[in-house]
């Protein structure tokens, strides 16, 4: 979360006039320019030392650019037993530690050492212990020699303070004379100074160590001749003046030289003008030269020496005159053979002998193949995928899957149940993992000691609620209520098997499984068998 810049607040209140806490209020919420951060409106408390008033706290600044709105202020109070002073200030984002007393209003600056409640009064005798009569005012205390008078007239100031302001100063307060006096060490006497200058001035016979003035020309001597002004006198040694200047080439070392002026001949330091030899390693003219210059130039032809003179040649006839073969660039093994004759080399070879004929391919290991789609009827391979597909799709999918058991717990005797009540906590439950649409059977086979008024039936359950009756494969029993037929009662012992088959609908399913138990309705009469004498049996079975 963005934040505004932090302040640093250094305080130093006078402990005396118990000072507790400075309250910094942000009276406004404050928003992030570049996102959705929002600074809620809050007070802020720093806590003020009792022992020297001094008090230290970090605040975000008023005027943070990357907050809106722009230039906000703090609503600030100074709390006490006896203190509650407030005022409003900017927090400046550009310094940090900030002094308090920078803040606080011009009228309030003392505030930064002394304190006092805004509401006091004043002694206008300037001796305190709240003595003298209040009055409505108290004199500002900003020029030398105001009196005091007392303050308002709904409380009074401490005894041990007064106001008012210090007497004007005087000369013989701050130690000054007044009259005519010295000082000691290095001074200059009253006119010394001005009057050295003027003489100065106006004196002509020595100017600053020239003793003969005669010898210094003023700008409006006769003798500064036009000839002899120094514009006059540099034209004259220029090209073509009067007085040229003659030097030699080694004292020109910057500058640019007419080229009529540069010397003429043929020594090694003159530059020559026209026809004429220089001395040293060159290339003389020669024949060569000549026929290379006569040849004309064509756009990828090349200059060779054929018969012993130079010829422009194309690349066929170069090609032909140098007669190359291919050990002559570095391809010894190359050779210009036809695709119809080329060699298949050794290692290309046995690569190829890796791979199987096109026709009748003996194939080894684990061949793979692309998958084709279902109902395909062509030429193509089959792969093992698409014939699992093809089975599953003719009625020969997933295989079933079974869960069975045998509950040797022990024998259940049904209490008098007036609905329908599960056995599970006797018999347990039996699940098996299912979907909706799979095809699912549950068979029981048991021995019950009957009693004409006592019935079972094999049921699915949901979170420990009945949602299919063996007897109508329903969420409701028969409409005699007598339960399964199959486990009717009867007077004496019988061995029964029910079986409870249906097609799973999403109301079926407990977390992914099929759930089943018995339920008993009836007399607490009878007995339903399951020991290990008289186990029962279960079994379960998803088609899929």
Not at 154 to 165: E, L, P, V
Request: contains cysteine; glycine residues 12%; aromatic residues 6%.
């Amino acid at each position: 979360m963005a934040t505004p810049t932090m302040i640093t607040i250094n305080g130093d209140l006078n402990p005396a006039f118990g000072a507790t806490q400075v309250a910094f209020r942000v009276p406004t919420p404050i928003r992030y320019n570049a996102g959705p951060d929002v600074l809620l409106p809050q007070t802020v408390l720093a806590n003020v030392s009792q022992v020297d008033g001094t008090f230290t706290i970090d605040v975000p600044a008023s005027n943070d650019p990357s907050w809106s709105p722009a230039n906000w202020t703090y609503e600030i109070t100074i709390v006490g037993p006896n203190l509650n002073y407030s005022f409003v200030a900017q927090i400046p984002v550009d310094v940090s530690p900030l002094n308090f007393s920078s803040i606080l209003p011009a009228q309030s600056a003392s505030l930064g050492t002394l304190y006092a409640a805004f509401n006091h009064t004043h002694d206008g005798g300037g001796g305190g212990g709240g003595g003298g009569t209040p009055s409505s005012s108290v004199v500002s205390g900003t020029s030398f020699g105001a009196a005091q008078t007392a303050g308002v007239a709904t409380t009074y100031s401490r005894g041990d303070h007064s106001h008012g302001t210090p007497a004007a100063p005087t000369a013989a307060s701050i130690g000054a004379a007044t009259t005519g006096h010295n000082h000691t060490g290095t001074y200059d006497p009253a006119g010394t100074a001005a009057s050295a200058v003027a003489a100065h001035e106006a004196d002509t016979t020595s100017v600053h160590g020239i003793a003969n003035t005669a010898n210094l020309v003023l700008t409006n001597d006769s003798r500064l001749s036009d000839a002899r002004t120094p514009a006059a006198h540099a034209a004259s040694h220029a090209d073509g003046g009067s007085d040229e200047v003659s030097l030699d080439g080694s004292q020109v070392t910057t500058g640019t030289v007419a080229f009529a002026r540069l010397p003429t001949g043929t020594g090694g330091t003159q530059v020559a003008l026209g026809n004429h030899n220089h001395t040293g390693v060159y290339q003389p003219l020669d024949s060569d030269l000549t026929t290379i210059a006569g040849l004309t130039a064509t756009t990828d032809n090349v200059i060779q020496s054929v018969a012993g003179a130079w010829a422009a040649r194309t690349p066929t006839q170069l090609k032909s005159t140098l007669a190359l073969v291919s050990s002559d660039v570095g391809l010894g093994n190359v050779t210009n053979t036809s695709d119809a004759n080329k060699p298949v080399s050794t290692a290309q070879q046995a690569a190829l002998d890796l791979k199987a004929d096109l026709a009748s391919p003996a194939l080894t290991g684990n061949p793979t193949a692309p998958t084709q789609t279902a109902g395909n009827n062509s030429t193509r391979l089959a792969t093992t995928a698409f014939v699992t597909a093809a089975i599953a799709g003719a009625g020969g999918g997933t295989a079933p899957t079974f869960a069975r058991g045998v509950v040797t717990a022990g024998d259940v005797v049904p209490t008098l149940d007036a609905s329908w009540t599960l056995l599970s906590a006797g018999l347990g439950t039996w699940s098996l993992a299912a979907a909706v649409g799979d095809d699912v059977e549950l068979e029981v086979s048991c021995m019950i000691q009957d009693n004409t008024s006592s019935f079972y039936e094999v049921v699915l359950v949901v979170s420990g609620a009945i949602v299919r009756f063996g007897s109508t494969r329903t969420s409701s029993p028969t409409g005699a209520g007598e339960g399964d037929p199959v486990l009717y009662p009867n007077t004496g012992f019988g061995g029964h098997i029910t079986t409870l088959g249906f097609t799973v609908v999403s109301g079926d399913l407990d977390a992914g499984n099929v759930v089943f138990t018995m339920a008993h309705k009836g007399a607490a009469a009878g007995k339903l068998f399951a020991s290990t004498n008289y186990p029962l049996r279960w079994r379960i079975r998803n088609d899929h």
